[in-house]
């Protein structure tokens, strides 16, 4: 009898995610020569640095300024990000996995006045998301609203369907801007009432619910919405401040460049400096791995044989199940098995009887 058959998943192969969280970094956060300083203005067209806004998907001419204004009104907490000034610090590609959970990032500034405290959180609006989803990005959907799209990740990683905007895909297919906006009580405390502090810390996948963490109001109709102080960039590692104010204040005082020499520079054109002391990055790190699971089924009459050469075909003695292979499709013979894809080994012998109903579930990582 023939020791393979064909596999048939009425439900579809379908790919499932499980989700690998670091949380190394919230005690030991990332600071000295690791977390590294750069300053960029948009009106200053002498230094390489003014393109970084458009890498951020921030306005850099006066005609995108008009269309991020437009996109962004003034009821819209995005418009707080129209600013001249950026300083960003970027997590070293070896420093996080696949992303950063938005929600656990907290940022200590250093500023002239002191270090300012800076938090990640996301929308009130929970839009297509649900709370296992949000350390993958910002749910709000404005954040895609006319020129201006920040962070945006155009396709499943997986399906490669389209997912941005939700309503080209409506069905079930979650929205992804893979950014998360940052807030700091220094600059403006939760409209709501509150402290962007609380609820910070390494948490589950809801944290708003576990720790009361705060979420930021988008839009206020008619009145002032809450101020974002920058954005994070979840998969590729930049943390972009914008407030005026803290930008302004950031002090470089004791700061090295790169090399480790002193930093002997202005307050306006610095790239790559740190700092031995007063500024570190607190977040969890995120890996995402893609599981495609296959049921696999040895019925009665089935898989009763051994190659064990101690086994004596017709005996009807159980066999002992040791390893599962999965197989192509064979183009020349269907009846046989093509390329071996998939084979593992089980941690120990599955005994079946030739009257048996013996079932497996095989998953691979993607």
């Not at 990000?81 to 300083?87: A, G, H, K, R, S």
């Not at 404005?142 to 309503?167: C, E, F, H, I, R």
């Not at 090399?259 to 002997?264: C, N, Q, V, W």
């Not at 307050?267 to 890996?287: C, P, Q, R, V």
Request: overall charge negative.
């Amino acid at each position: 009898m023939a020791n393979y058959k064909l596999v048939q998943n009425s439900n579809g192969y379908v790919f499932s995610s499980e989700v690998d969280r670091d949380s190394s970094k919230m005690t030991t956060p990332l600071n000295g020569s690791n977390l590294k300083f750069t300053y960029a203005d948009r009106t200053d067209n002498t230094r390489e640095q003014a393109n970084l806004f458009s890498s951020f998907r921030l306005p850099i001419t006066a005609n995108q300024k008009l269309a991020f204004n437009s996109a962004f009104g003034v009821n819209y907490a995005p418009k707080f990000l129209n600013q001249d000034v950026i300083i960003l610090a970027e997590i070293p590609k070896d420093e996080y996995g696949e992303l950063v959970d938005g929600k656990s990032i907290k940022f200590e500034f250093p500023t002239t006045g002191g270090t300012v405290d800076i938090y990640g959180t996301y929308s009130e609006d929970t839009g297509f998301l649900t709370s296992a989803q949000t350390y993958t990005s910002d749910p709000e959907e404005g954040l895609v609203t006319g020129s201006y799209k920040l962070g945006v990740s155009k396709s499943d990683p997986v399906s490669g369907a389209q997912v941005n905007p939700p309503a080209s895909n409506p069905t079930n297919i979650p929205y992804k801007s893979n950014v998360c906006l940052l807030f700091s009580d220094t600059i403006a405390t939760p409209v709501g009432g509150g402290s962007w502090a609380t609820g910070w810390g390494p948490q589950s996948s809801a944290p708003y619910s576990v720790g009361g963490k705060k979420r930021y109001d988008f839009e206020n109709n008619g009145g002032t919405p809450d101020q974002p102080v920058g954005i994070a960039l979840l998969d590729s590692g930049f943390i972009v401040i914008t407030d005026p104010t803290l930008t302004h204040d950031f002090d470089v005082t004791g700061a090295f460049n790169a090399d480790g020499t002193p930093y002997a520079g202005g307050t306006t054109d610095f790239a790559d400096i740190y700092f031995a002391a007063g500024s570190s990055l607190h977040y969890e790190t995120i890996n995402t791995e893609y599981l495609l699971s296959v049921l696999c089924v040895a019925g009665a009459g089935e898989f009763t044989d051994s190659k064990n050469g101690t086994f004596i075909p017709g005996t009807h003695t159980d066999v002992k199940v040791t390893e599962i292979a999965l197989y192509g499709e064979n183009a020349t013979d269907p009846n046989l098995p093509g390329e071996l894809l998939a084979y593992g080994k089980l941690d120990r012998p599955v005994t079946k009887g030739p009257n048996d109903f013996v079932s497996f579930v095989v998953q691979i990582k993607a």
